[in-house]
């Protein structure tokens, strides 16, 4: 089993910069994928970015050049950079981690407003 824990999330002014953590322990193996998606209310989860073990990475479109994915395999921790944001970027962000099957963070709430 492996338990993932969230951090970094919080309110943020239009074009500031906030920096999401989660970090990956219990049983594990090996993980293949970390990645981020997000939520807001009476929507589906959606692609935030992924990066694999040998950090290819992958990026919803309209995150591209703001948002930084990054990964320690050795800590087993993914972090999300997140500049330049937009009051669309508000949602609850959740951590991704895919090893032999797929596991989720709790959550952490992103809020961009003046």
């Known amino acids: 089993q492996v338990q993932l824990v969230e951090s970094g999330g919080g309110l943020v002014q239009p074009g500031g910069s906030l920096r999401l953590t989660c970090a990956a322990s219990?049983?594990?193996?090996?993980?293949?994928?970390m990645g981020w998606y997000r939520q807001t209310p009476g929507n589906q989860r959606e692609l935030v970015a992924t990066?694999?073990?040998?950090?290819?990475?992958n990026y919803a479109d309209s995150v591209k050049g703001r948002l930084t994915i990054s990964r320690v395999n050795a800590k087993n921790t993914v972090y999300l950079q997140m500049n330049s944001l937009k009051p669309e970027d508000t949602a609850v962000y959740y951590c991704?981690?895919?090893?032999?099957?797929?596991?989720w963070g709790q959550g952490t709430q992103v809020t961009v407003s003046s």
């Open positions: 990066i694999t073990r040998g950090s290819v990475t």
């Open positions: 991704y981690v895919l090893e032999y099957r797929e596991y």
């Open positions: 219990g049983s594990i193996f090996m993980i293949n994928t």
